[in-house]
């Protein structure tokens, strides 16, 4: 068990470009989830994925963010035309869902994205 | 609309205090409620989960307690060490018809223990 794992860990970019963010979750965990942190503030949820299929996604990911889980294991998260307000810490994290007794959500590092 | 909030936003005591964090929300209808260590500039590591029909849980130094009816959880720290400072979040999943498994997070507690 490796644990959730993010990558890049940082990425400092300018207003406009495209940025991808890779997730590789827990092995047999069929959810996951991204969150957006923005300092002093907890996480707020932007995704979900059960296996391949993502089933819900919050008002905060507007048309300029896109997420994918291909073959229901690792996941990316596009961001489009970024904007300095994109500027954030975006975390991953993955769960067994309801088959697991307590369906606890393992986090990983983050990736701290800063655009100029 | 399930809102959490956690008071104090941060706290400072010496150490071996025992401490009491606090974590309040809006909707009873909860599955379960999950607090969670953040480490500056990290991701977030779980502590501890409490299902809605549980009324406590416990880790070592660490017992969280649940009160579904007055929306409110408690993250009571034994004999608080530096090693303890860090932010706590505390986080609660919709339950009902809602139950898609996302968290909903208070804004967390700022802890350090001074040596």
């Known amino acids: 068990d490796t644990g959730v794992s993010q990558n890049p860990r940082h990425k400092i970019t300018k207003r406009g470009q495209n940025v991808t963010f890779r997730c590789d979750p827990i092995?047999?965990?069929?959810?996951l989830y991204w969150y957006r942190q923005t300092l002093g503030q907890g996480p707020e949820f932007l995704t979900y994925?059960?296996?391949?299929?993502?089933?819900?996604k919050s008002r905060l990911l507007s048309d300029r963010f896109s997420a994918e889980r291909p073959k229901g294991s690792f996941s990316t998260l596009e961001i489009q035309r970024t904007e300095q307000g994109d500027s954030a810490m975006y975390l991953c994290?993955?769960?067994?869902?309801?088959?697991?007794?307590?369906?606890?959500?393992?986090f990983g590092p983050g990736t701290r994205l800063t655009v100029l | 609309k399930q809102e959490v909030t956690q008071i104090p936003a941060a706290l400072s005591v010496p150490e071996g205090e025992n401490l009491v964090l606090n974590c309040s929300f809006t909707?009873?209808?909860?599955?379960?409620l999950q607090w969670f260590r953040q480490d500056p500039g990290k991701g977030l590591t779980s502590l501890l989960l409490?299902?809605?029909?549980?009324r406590e849980q416990t880790s070592g130094r660490l017992n969280a307690s649940l009160d579904k009816s007055s929306g409110r959880s408690t993250l009571y720290i034994a004999a608080s060490q530096p090693g303890d400072s860090a932010t706590y979040l505390c986080?609660?999943?919709?339950?009902?018809?809602?139950?898609?498994?996302?968290?909903?997070f208070g804004q967390g507690t700022t802890l350090q223990v001074k040596p």
């Open positions: 994290a993955s769960s067994l869902g309801d088959r697991g007794l307590q369906d606890t959500q393992y």
């Open positions: 092995s047999e965990h069929n959810r």
């Open positions: 994925f059960q296996n391949e299929a993502q089933l819900e």
């Open positions: 909707d009873s209808a909860i599955y379960n």
């Open positions: 409490i299902q809605s029909s549980q």
């Open positions: 986080a609660v999943r919709i339950g009902g018809s809602s139950n898609t498994g996302k968290l909903i």
